[in-house]
């Protein structure tokens, strides 16, 4: 079954440093990949998607992730966080040009930035 | 700015009581979806419409009736709901058909936070 796995629960970064929030996927092929962030009370925003191509993919508020087909993982980066980055973090996946597919998203990382 | 307008942004009913979520896109999207989501958890898939038909009812109880009454519109009709239905409920729509790939990304609108006395 396809799976998506957010390893960490919940990570403190002060403000100011780099960040990495990790996500493996288990697919039988390379799956759509999403990172969404959540703040307090409010919907899902999508801050990038891999799709295929530059495994490198750029995505608003300065996020970065790099998708690892060696290594089944689309890990989220930033440089150095601010603390409205504070949030929860959802990675999601979503088997390639199916029909009736859903997105099957990971348990989250609760994000906590300290001063 | 979300262009997926959820309505209203907070319920309180009691138990007896018949109410509805409303989810409006103008996207051009012609799949949406209704999620719930409780606190500290990723959200849950309950319903999806397709070309405003139902596709896709995760065995959520009857006391939810989802409608699509047009394809920018969704509702989600509430009746005899327990405390236990209690949560942040997301509407979301996605792109589909028309040759473009189903790659599952959704646009979400801010949610309804409902809660049942």
């Known amino acids: 079954a396809q799976s998506v796995t957010q390893p960490d629960i919940h990570i403190t970064v002060s403000e100011g440093a780099s960040l990495e929030l990790r996500c493996n996927y288990s697919y039988g092929a390379t799956p759509y990949l999403f990172w969404y962030v959540q703040s307090p009370g409010q919907g899902l925003q999508l801050l990038l998607k891999?799709?295929?191509?530059?495994?490198l993919v750029q995505g608003i508020k300065g996020f970065e992730a790099e998708f690892k087909r060696s290594q089944s993982s689309f890990n989220l980066r930033k440089p150095s966080v601010h603390w409205s980055d504070a949030a929860e973090y959802f990675c999601?996946?979503?088997?390639?040009?199916?029909?009736?597919?859903?997105?099957?998203f990971g348990t989250g990382t609760r994000l906590t930035i300290i001063p | 700015d979300t262009e997926v307008t959820q309505t209203p942004k907070h319920l309180v009913m009691g138990m007896t009581n018949k109410k509805s979520l409303k989810c409006e896109q103008h996207?051009?999207?012609?799949?949406m979806y209704w999620y719930k989501q409780k606190a500290k958890k990723p959200p849950e898939l309950m319903f999806v419409?397709?070309?405003?038909?139902?596709?896709i009812n995760e065995s959520v109880p009857s006391r939810f009736s989802p409608e699509c009454p047009n394809s920018s519109l969704l509702n989600l009709h509430l009746h005899a709901l327990q405390p236990e239905d209690s949560a942040l409920y997301l509407c979301?729509?996605?792109?589909?058909?028309?040759?473009?790939?189903?790659?599952?990304?959704?646009?979400f609108g801010e949610g309804s936070r409902l809660t049942v006395l």
């Open positions: 979301a729509s996605s792109q589909v058909g028309g040759g473009i790939p189903n790659t599952g990304e959704l646009f």
């Open positions: 419409y397709s070309y405003e038909k139902l596709s």
């Open positions: 891999y799709f295929s191509g530059d495994t």
């Open positions: 999601a996946g979503h088997r390639s040009n199916f029909g009736n597919e859903k997105l099957t």
């Open positions: 996207m051009g999207h012609r799949a």
